[in-house]
Each structure stands twice: as C-alpha cells, then as structure tokens.
C-alpha cells in the first residue's frame, strides 16, 4: 500500500532513530551554549522526521517557547504521528469509527477521470451515472444517488420530499444513531414537521394511519428508521415496511447498516449465522419501500458516503434539490464506491476487505496465531511462561453502530498485561484491546500481510519492562 502520509523509511528515517520512532533521541544542541537555539537552526536539525519545513519551524517555536528545546524532537514526533496513516486494527472490530469504519480496499490511480463528462456525446454528465446506476442493479432498485455520507442521505430525502409537511415516524425510531445523529433534529434540520405516532415499545399501524387521516394533517413521507445500533425487547410491537406501503404516502427507510441483500449472493457460502435479522436494501424494496437509504462505511464495506435508492422519480427529486449540490461526493469517493459496486456484481466477496474479514474462518485465524506465537517464541523466548505469547478464543463483533450484541467467534493472540501504548507507538501503529489483564490482538481485523508486523510489535512489547 503506497501511504504518502507515512515518511518512508529509505527517504526518512522515523524520528528518534528506532524502528518504532519513539526512541526519544536528545535534540541536536544548536546555537551557542548558554543561548537559546535558533529556531531556524532547531527546525532543520529535524529534517530527519520528514515532515516539512514550516512544519517544523512551529515545532522548533513551540518547543524553545516551552523553555525546553530539547523536547522539539519529541514534539516533532508527536506531530508526525498525528498525521493521518495506515493502521494495524487488531482490536477484532470490523467497522471502527475511530479507524475509518469499513477497511479501504482500493487505491486511485492518478489524473483526470470522466466524473461529469459523457465519452459518447462529448457533453457535461452526471456524476450520479456511474457508481448510482451499478448500487441500484446490485440491490434491485430503479435507480440510486450517492451523497456525503448516510446523514447527508436522510437529510436530503426529507429536504426533498417533505419540506414544509409532515413526516409520520414510530416514537420507537426516535432515536440518536451515533456522533449526535438524532432522527428528530435531522428531521428539523430538513425543514419538513415530525409526526411522532405510537409509544417507544409499541406502534401499530393503526397509530400509522390516524396519523394520515388527522384532518389537518399534510403527510408527504413515512418514515422507519432501522434500529441499527439498538434494540427494543420484550412487549413491542412495529409496523412493517409492507403494511406501511398500504397505506398511502412514499415509504422512506433508513436501513444506516447498508447490507445490500439478506441472500448475501457474493458471499460463496451465503449469508453467515451473525447476519440472520439485519434487514436488507433489497429486500425493503421488495417489501414496498420507496426509497432506502444506506451508510457507505458500513456493511457495504466501502468508503464515508450515503446512497439513496428507489423509486427513479423520488430519487431524481432528490437529485435535483439544491442541498444535492452541497452533499455531492468527490471523485475519490465516488471511484473507489464503484470498485465495491463493481465487486458485488461480480460477487466477488474477496475484492471487499470488510467482507473478507467478516467470513475468515476460525481455523484459518487459529493457524495464522499459532504462526505469530511461534515466530515469537523463537524470535524473542520469554525470560517466564507468564510472560509467554499465547492463543486465544474471542469475539469479533461489526461495530460501527451495527448489529448490537451480536458476536463473530475469532482468534487471536494474547500477551499479558496491557501493552496497548507500546503497540500503537510502532511503525505501524498496532491498535490492540485488553481483556482480563492481557493485551488482545484479534486477527480477524488484521490483514495477513500484517502478521509479521504484529510478531515484531510483540516482541518488542513483551521485552518492554514497564509494558504490564
Ligand atoms: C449509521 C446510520 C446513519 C448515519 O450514517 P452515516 O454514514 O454515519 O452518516 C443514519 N441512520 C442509521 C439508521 C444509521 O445506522
């Protein structure tokens, strides 16, 4: 993977001279004794971490404005290490907010690309043509846009459909989805009036249809929010997306989780037992849905965006709203959603990191750890067996505000005590979780081609002795 943020070793070498780049090196002594260093001076001695020049000339400043110019080395580090880079996820979920959600698989190639121009006619396109028209084949809708992200989705939907009149929503789906997304302040937000019907546990479709048929009332959407990353048990009832297509006004649903059919058909062995209750864009539109609209970074497994899908008239309203304009995705965006469309038609769950990850079978995890402990065992014996590398069962879970509580059996490798900060200062950084004392690395979130990474970070963990 070519990482322009990450300095690379022959060009420059990490700060602090070890493979890791915390080693801490003393500053350079620059200036004259007794003197305060020039900043100019203190900034170059730093040219060895890579990053440029006017970067840092802050560092030198803020170091010698600190008394402390000594510590413009560690500063340098610190910055360097802010700068946006590959991780090793170990910590065994799949879709991390914190680490990009879904695991990018694609890279882009250089130069121009035809994003808004049609090759056949020589005339202006549309973005939407490519990347919306393979998401709708691939989940059976008639037609598909993609925006900014799955807020940026819901939004223009009900900006576009329902400005100035009601939208109809269980007080069930009232919900906050996750970073201060809630249903009711997006609905605010796009201008159009909440119609909040039945009770938080119970809604049924009469509570649906009294609310279409108040004498005042003015419904131009009802809404259902998937329960994405919670779950309402016991004594509930909600209306389905069947019944609610019976009713009368356009269904719109928010799905957020984005698993494209329940059959999973680019899946070789079909959908895996974890997956049995999520619902599906397919499916729901299927079952009468108007329009569906979906996360990009989740279970879709590609990068931040929002799809809208559906009905081609209800789709092309939204389109033409004018926050379109302002919710469009960039180029990048957009190629790399064609290459997980793309990959999906061919089903071909192999070119779709997340999905790759989510189906490793455990033996093969099992195998891929007991290789780790190993190379360990040999690479750097342990001075006691309890400080030993070992094997262990645990649980992968999706993440990401989807299926809550739901586990996926994974293997990974354990070390004791928690190592967490010494595995995130490495080279790559290893983003790691503890459990009961023991630093876990599950393997379900790590590319192979990171294994050898992990048995150095290890070796290097175990050897430190302030690590447990
Ligand atoms: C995640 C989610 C969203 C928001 O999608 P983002 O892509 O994170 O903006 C909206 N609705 C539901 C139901 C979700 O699960």
Same mark, same amino acid.
Not at 179 to 202: D, Q, W, Y
């Given at each position: 993977m070519d990482d322009p943020a990450e300095p690379r070793a022959d060009r420059h070498p990490p700060v602090g001279g070890g493979p890791d780049g915390t080693g801490g090196r003393p500053a350079t002594t620059v200036g004259e004794p007794g003197r305060p260093p020039s900043i100019d001076a203190l900034a170059r001695s730093l040219a060895g971490t890579g990053l440029p020049h006017p970067v840092l000339v802050e560092v030198a400043r803020e170091a010698v404005a600190a008394g402390d110019a000594a510590s413009a080395a560690a500063r340098a580090d610190e910055r360097s290490r802010r700068l946006l880079r590959p991780v090793v996820n170990a910590t065994g979920v799949l879709l991390h907010t914190n680490m990009g959600r879904a695991p990018l698989g694609h890279t882009q190639p250089e130069g121009y690309t035809n994003l808004e121009l049609d090759l056949t006619s020589g005339e202006r396109g549309s973005r939407h043509d490519h990347v919306g028209a393979l998401l709708a084949t691939a989940c059976g809708a008639q037609a598909a846009i993609v925006v900014n992200n799955g807020a940026a989705a819901v939004l223009l939907a009900l900006a576009a459909l329902a400005r100035d009149r009601d939208v109809v929503v269980s007080r069930g789906e009232l919900v906050e989805i996750g970073g201060g997304f809630r249903i009711p302040e997006v609905m605010a937000t796009s201008g159009c009036r909440l119609v909040e019907v039945g009770t938080t546990n119970r809604t049924r479709l009469a509570d649906v249809r009294a609310a279409v048929d108040a004498p005042q009332a003015d419904v131009a959407v009802l809404l259902k929010v998937h329960q994405s990353n919670y779950r309402i048990t016991g004594f509930t009832e909600a209306v389905g997306v069947?019944?609610?297509?019976?009713?009368?006004?356009?269904?719109v649903v928010d799905l957020g989780s984005g698993l494209l059919d329940a059959a999973c058909p680019w899946l070789a062995d079909g959908p895996p037992a974890w997956l049995r209750s999520e619902p599906a864009v397919r499916q729901t539109l299927a079952a009468g849905a108007d329009l569906v609209v979906i996360s990009g970074d989740k279970l879709l497994g590609g990068p931040q965006a929002g799809v809208i899908a559906g009905s081609p008239e209800l789709v092309a309203r939204c389109a033409a709203h004018p926050l379109a304009r302002a919710l469009r995705p960039g180029g990048l965006v957009l190629g790399a959603l064609q290459?997980?469309?793309?990959?999906?038609?061919?089903?071909?769950?192999?070119?779709?990191?997340?999905? &790759?990850? /989510?189906?490793?079978?455990? $033996?093969? !995890?099992? &195998?891929? /750890?007991?290789?780790?402990? $190993?190379? !360990?065992?040999?690479? /750097?014996?342990a001075p006691t067996t309890d400080r030993a590398a070992e094997v262990v069962r645990c649980a992968s879970v999706t993440g990401g505000g989807t299926l809550p509580g739901i586990e996926i059996p994974s293997v990974g490798v354990a070390v004791p005590g928690d190592r967490r900060t010494i595995l995130r200062s490495g080279r790559p950084p290893i983003v790691a979780r503890v459990e009961d004392g023991r630093t876990v690395c599950d393997l379900r979130t790590v590319d192979p081609a990171h294994d050898e990474a992990l048995v150095d970070a290890l070796a290097r963990a175990l050897a430190d002795p302030g690590g447990s």
């Amino acid at each position: 993977m070519d990482d322009p943020a990450e300095p690379r070793a022959d060009r420059h070498p990490p700060v602090g001279g070890g493979p890791d780049g915390t080693g801490g090196r003393p500053a350079t002594t620059v200036g004259e004794p007794g003197r305060p260093p020039s900043i100019d001076a203190l900034a170059r001695s730093l040219a060895g971490t890579g990053l440029p020049h006017p970067v840092l000339v802050e560092v030198a400043r803020e170091a010698v404005a600190a008394g402390d110019a000594a510590s413009a080395a560690a500063r340098a580090d610190e910055r360097s290490r802010r700068l946006l880079r590959p991780v090793v996820n170990a910590t065994g979920v799949l879709l991390h907010t914190n680490m990009g959600r879904a695991p990018l698989g694609h890279t882009q190639p250089e130069g121009y690309t035809n994003l808004e121009l049609d090759l056949t006619s020589g005339e202006r396109g549309s973005r939407h043509d490519h990347v919306g028209a393979l998401l709708a084949t691939a989940c059976g809708a008639q037609a598909a846009i993609v925006v900014n992200n799955g807020a940026a989705a819901v939004l223009l939907a009900l900006a576009a459909l329902a400005r100035d009149r009601d939208v109809v929503v269980s007080r069930g789906e009232l919900v906050e989805i996750g970073g201060g997304f809630r249903i009711p302040e997006v609905m605010a937000t796009s201008g159009c009036r909440l119609v909040e019907v039945g009770t938080t546990n119970r809604t049924r479709l009469a509570d649906v249809r009294a609310a279409v048929d108040a004498p005042q009332a003015d419904v131009a959407v009802l809404l259902k929010v998937h329960q994405s990353n919670y779950r309402i048990t016991g004594f509930t009832e909600a209306v389905g997306v069947a019944e609610l297509a019976a009713v009368g006004p356009p269904v719109v649903v928010d799905l957020g989780s984005g698993l494209l059919d329940a059959a999973c058909p680019w899946l070789a062995d079909g959908p895996p037992a974890w997956l049995r209750s999520e619902p599906a864009v397919r499916q729901t539109l299927a079952a009468g849905a108007d329009l569906v609209v979906i996360s990009g970074d989740k279970l879709l497994g590609g990068p931040q965006a929002g799809v809208i899908a559906g009905s081609p008239e209800l789709v092309a309203r939204c389109a033409a709203h004018p926050l379109a304009r302002a919710l469009r995705p960039g180029g990048l965006v957009l190629g790399a959603l064609q290459e997980v469309a793309l990959a999906y038609l061919r089903r071909d769950a192999g070119a779709l990191p997340f999905w &790759r990850m /989510a189906t490793l079978d455990t $033996d093969t !995890l099992q &195998r891929r /750890a007991q290789t780790i402990v $190993d190379s !360990l065992a040999t690479a /750097a014996p342990a001075p006691t067996t309890d400080r030993a590398a070992e094997v262990v069962r645990c649980a992968s879970v999706t993440g990401g505000g989807t299926l809550p509580g739901i586990e996926i059996p994974s293997v990974g490798v354990a070390v004791p005590g928690d190592r967490r900060t010494i595995l995130r200062s490495g080279r790559p950084p290893i983003v790691a979780r503890v459990e009961d004392g023991r630093t876990v690395c599950d393997l379900r979130t790590v590319d192979p081609a990171h294994d050898e990474a992990l048995v150095d970070a290890l070796a290097r963990a175990l050897a430190d002795p302030g690590g447990s």
